[in-house]
């Protein structure tokens, strides 16, 4: 049984020419770098580095499209991770997507709702609009067989 | 020793006993009653094949008794029959059969008109197969998601075979098919069975025990059910071995108690240890039903072994007699038991939902007949490429006289001759008119003699077909079907707890769960006009739009003058189709940097993103669109105290040349950095405070706490229903309807002509030199009035009432209603049942405006 963590990340978006996004460096810190669009990047970063990733990333993507945009929003997702080596089977339950690579990443629906997968250390992380982390925790223990964190 | 309860009386369960050996042990002969004669049925295909002995077990209707495994404490009722199954006063229904011919129902309870309802009332109490049980917990079968290379479906030996070998390939998931395995009296096949299963482990196949597939869709896919979940698979191949049953005898008498398909007989003997019958007539045409035969009188059962045509059997609780046309003659035998093993009828019905080449058979189902070898090669010989073509010719004597064609509806031969004779002459109106094939075996047992029937009737071949066959394959309940399925996936701003916590009624409203009320809805609207109120607005569509082209974005798409919105500034937005149709709205900001803020409905979030992305594409733009609704939160302060209330968390400036009204400045309350836009939907002086969502709950509890001195309460949507409604606005889809362009709902004054172009603006132009033929209107009513009400003028309905309440800030009862105009005009008194309605100028409070610009 896997078990089911809130954990806290670092999202920042960056809207930007798909040219430009296609050369653009990707920041440190550990950030993770999504494509989600053509014109759309999420980097997925450890809360602590949020904000230096954010203007590492607003900074290389200025020389590449002037008006880009670069903004912090954690605040709008949810990541919920499932931990264990069932984490896989539990996602199963939840959604069609096949479990990324460890360095990749899935989106599609997940629990009816729009999501990204990434793959951790320790299993799955679910990252989806923060509306909807009840009701995809909710289903990750219901459907899944998920079980809540021990405190 | 372990028993069940079967209706009432103690059954005891030997080991390994399903609910039907366990009972026919116990002398149960009729499991059911038929669906209109209500003649008696038993157990008969004895594999899970057809619908003879469906009971309701523990609750739950529509078991089937024979693969349903036996459990202490179970308790089983039959589910047919007045008052029982065994004396059944609507066994009269057998008698008058030949007063209620096929399809009698489509034409007897016509005229008058009033019969029908009784007429179904009484026939659905007649004809129930078990209650559903409206007390029992909602059980929703978890769903889980596969993808694989290879698919069978059938554990068998084709199907073992055809696993073990597509294992060595890639991925492969063998759905054993649930049933039992048709050879599963035979040693050898048991033997075989062992071998391949072992093999098909060892070569990483994963096996799901008792799942069996209930459909095949495109892709190809299937559904599997199984004990505690339903599988989607995703497959590259699938291999459907689902192998074969015997086909079912068509004769007189064919339906009694006693009559038995082979194999059912056998597992009841060879597996439960039950004697089916002490004068046993096996009427075999295969070699199987002749080892059958030995089986039986192992059991110490007097078996007589004919070969032929079954002609009639006889009986009244059960089967006594049997005539057969035998190479010799036509012989009579006494029997208490008549086992049948006429000839193979492929399981072939999800083979026939799909023509996609990546589904092919094995074994039994395109042979049918296969010998154990027959069967392994044509399993290994699929899963390499190579898989055996079905056959469609029957191997088996068709029904030719009488008796029933389908046991689970009732349909006999002559039921088919007689709808033939009235001009249904081809095999699916056969079908449709008769219901053969509808019922719960979906055509296991029939389907094939329907064909032949309507081939044998010299039918067209485009006519004579076997009927289309769809998914479900096996009954699954109303939990497996919803299996993954949530009607509401419902979305919650940061402050679910919070309003939770203060005793709101949460309601759906759209996809998000929102507050109704907190408990008194006419203080709530008192609160905002009188005092200082807050609201919970986080659900509102919030979007960034920026780059250079963002105002040539918005100007072209939205009917407002965008240029003329200063920095600071903000303006009633409204979104129309191509169509010019109104289909959402909202306000639309202007930042100092060039870009732009936009808020739409709660409702219209997500079809306004992707609209403006599909323009930003089509109009090859410079725009890049964020979507905020999730990362902000949003919280409207309310009320002639709104701003002094704000004074005391915040030291920004909060006067009208600082935020003016439209207009808007970004601030910080309490510490969170907001976006403050001076609104005016509830027609009071207000501030949505746009904010990062992590800070909703701190800024909702420092505005409650600094609102004390005011006595704050918050608002929920039954009181912003009133308060919207005293300031005439329109709540879309509430007030309005797909078609409705600007000038229908008195919203012209936000369309900017002038402008060169905007989406809908040729279609307004249109639609502006016609005159208008229904507009939406205020009304004011001398009585308690009724949403959705009619509006009548001289008895004619014209209208209906949109929205209304009681309004004390109004002076009365007031609404919005949609009114057509009558001979060219617009009435301006109407009736809405006994009360009287007066069209009305909007807005019906503060229709200066004084309060919101305060």
């Known amino acids: ?21 296609d050369r653009l460096v990707p920041p440190g810190h550990g950030a993770r770098v999504l494509r989600v669009a053509p014109d759309e990047v999420l980097a997925v970063v450890a809360p602590d580095f949020a904000d230096d990733v954010r203007r590492e990333l607003a900074d290389r993507v200025a020389a590449l499209d002037h008006d880009a945009l670069v903004l912090d929003v954690s605040d709008g997702w949810a990541a919920i991770a499932l931990v264990g080596d069932d984490a896989e089977r539990a996602l199963s339950y939840l959604s069609a997507l096949e479990a990324p690579a460890a360095d990749g990443f899935a989106q599609g629906d997940v629990a009816r709702v729009a999501a990204k997968i990434l793959r951790e250390p320790d299993g799955l992380v679910l990252l989806v609009p923060a509306y909807w982390r009840d009701h995809v925790r909710t289903r990750a223990i219901e459907d899944a067989g998920a079980v809540e964190a021990r405190a | 020793m372990p028993s069940l309860r079967l209706d009432g009386r103690r059954v005891e369960i030997h080991d390994g006993d399903t609910v039907a050996a366990a009972a026919f042990r116990a002398g149960v002969r009729t499991f059911t009653r038929s669906l209109k004669a209500h003649r008696r049925r038993g157990l008969y295909c004895g594999t899970g094949d057809c619908a003879n002995c469906l009971v309701t077990v523990d609750g739950l209707p ?104 597509a294992a060595g390939e890639g991925s492969v998931v063998l759905a054993d098919e649930a049933a039992p395995g048709a050879r599963a009296t035979d040693p050898a096949a048991r033997d075989a069975i062992a071998r391949l299963t072992a093999e098909a482990r060892a070569a990483g196949a994963e096996i799901l025990e008792q799942h069996a597939a209930i459909g095949i869709y495109e892709g190809p896919a299937a559904a599997l059910l199984g004990p505690d979940e339903l599988v989607e698979v995703e497959a590259e191949h699938v291999i459907v071995a689902t192998g074969a049953l015997e086909a079912h005898g068509v004769f007189p008498g064919n339906d009694l108690p006693g009559v038995w398909l082979g194999r059912g007989a056998a597992r009841m003997t060879a597996i439960h240890g039950v004697t089916i019958g002490e004068r046993v007539v096996v009427v075999a045409n295969t070699e199987e039903g002749a080892h059958l035969s030995e089986a039986l009188r192992a059991t110490g059962a007097t078996v007589t072994l004919v070969t032929g045509r079954v002609l009639e059997a006889r009986g009244t609780r059960q089967v006594s007699s049997v005539t057969v046309l035998t190479p010799e003659g036509r012989r009579a035998f006494a029997c208490d038991a008549l086992v049948l093993s006429l000839g193979w009828a492929p399981r072939d019905t999800l083979l026939r939902m799909t023509a996609e080449p990546e589904v092919v058979g094995a074994g039994d189902v395109v042979r049918p007949g296969s010998t154990l ?38 349909v006999s031969m002559h039921d088919l001759e007689r709808a033939w004779d009235e001009g249904w002459t081809s095999s699916e109106i056969l079908k449709r008119y008769t219901t053969a094939t509808m019922g719960p075996c979906q055509g296991a047992l029939c389907s094939r003699h329907l064909a032949e029937h309507a081939r044998a009737k010299g039918a067209a071949p485009a006519a004579r077909g076997r009927t289309t066959a769809r998914p479900p394959v096996r009954a699954p309940r109303l939990g497996d079907l919803i299996g993954g399925v949530h009607e509401q996936v419902e ?22 769960l929102r507050p109704g009320t907190y408990g008194d809805v006419g203080e709530e609207i008192r609160v905002v ?24 974005l918005l100007d072209q798409v939205f009917p407002l003058d965008v240029g003329a919105i200063a920095p600071g500034r903000a303006r009633y937005l409204l979104a129309l189709d191509e169509a010019g149709y109104v289909m959402d709205d909202g306000l639309l900001a202007a930042l100092g940097d060039g870009s732009y803020f936009l808020t ?47 004074a005391t968390l915040t030291d920004d400036d909060l006067s009208r040349a600082a935020i003016p009204y439209p207009g808007h400045a970004d601030i910080v309350v309490a510490g969170v950095p907001c976006r403050a836009i001076a609104v005016g939907f509830v027609g009071e002086l207000s501030y949505e405070l746009h ?132 001979d060219g005009a617009f009435p301006d008194q109407l009736t809405a049942g006994a009360v009287t309605a007066t069209v009305s100028p909007t807005p019906f409070y503060d229709p200066e405006g004084m309060r919101l610009r305060a």
């Open chain 1, 1 to 21: 049984m896997p078990e089911v963590h809130d954990r806290p990340l670092g999202v920042i978006v960056c809207a930007a020419d798909p040219a430009a996004l």
């Open chain 2, 373 to 410: 070898a027959e069967a392994e090669a044509s399993g290994r010989a699929a899963a390499r490429g190579q898989a055996d073509q079905p056959t469609e010719a029957t191997s088996w004597p068709i029904a030719e006289h009488d008796g029933y064609v389908c046991v689970c509806e009732d």
């Open chain 2, 529 to 552: 006009r009188e005092r200082v109120s807050v609201m919970d607005v986080s659900t509102l569509g919030k979007f960034l739009v920026a780059g250079v082209d963002a105002r040539t």
């Open chain 2, 491 to 512: 979305r919650r701003t940061a402050l679910h707890d919070r309003h939770v916590a203060a005793g709101a009624r949460m309601d759906h409203s759209g996809v998000w």
């Open chain 2, 62 to 165: 529509g078991e089937r008794a024979c693969v349903t495994p036996a459990r202490d404490g179970m308790r089983v009722e039959r589910e047919t029959g007045w008052p029982s199954a065994e004396r059944d006063a609507l066994a009269i229904n057998d008698r008058l059969h030949r007063f209620m011919p096929v399809g009698f129902y489509y034409k007897v309870f016509a005229r008058p008109r009033w019969l029908w309802p009784v007429a179904e009332r009484v026939i659905r109490r007649a004809t129930g197969t078990g209650t559903l049980p409206p007390d029992a917990p909602t059980r929703r079968t978890p769903t889980r998601f596969v993808r694989v290379r290879t698919l069978v479906i059938g554990g068998g030996v084709a199907g073992l075979a055809a696993a073990a070998t």
């Open chain 2, 600 to 646: 739409s409905t709660s409702g219209g979030a997500d079809r306004m993103e992707a609209w403006l992305r599909n323009w930003i594409d089509r109009l090859d733009l410079h725009v890049h669109l964020v979507n905020q609704t999730a990362q902000l939160g949003a919280i409207n302060v309310a009320g002639p105290n709104a701003r002094d209330l704000l």
């Open chain 2, 691 to 822: 904010h990062p969502r992590g800070r909703s709950e701190g800024l909702w509890d420092a505005l409650l706490a600094a609102g004390e001195p005011w006595d704050i309460r918050p608002h929920g949507l039954d009181a912003l229903d009133v308060l919207r409604l005293e300031k005439g606005h329109v709540y879309l889809a509430q007030d309005t309807m797909p078609d409705d362009h600007p000038a229908k709902l008195g919203l012209r004054w936000a369309v900017a002509s002038q402008k060169e172009t905007f989406v809908g603006k040729r279609a307004l132009e249109r639609m502006d030199a016609l005159p208008l033929e229904r507009r939406l209107v205020g009304l004011r009513f001398d009585g308690a009035p009724q949403r959705g009400h009619p509006l009548a003028v001289d008895g004619a309905i014209v209208g209906r009432i949109t929205s209304c309440a009681v309004s004390e800030a109004a002076g009365g009862p007031v609404g919005l209603g949609w009114v057509r105009a009558v």
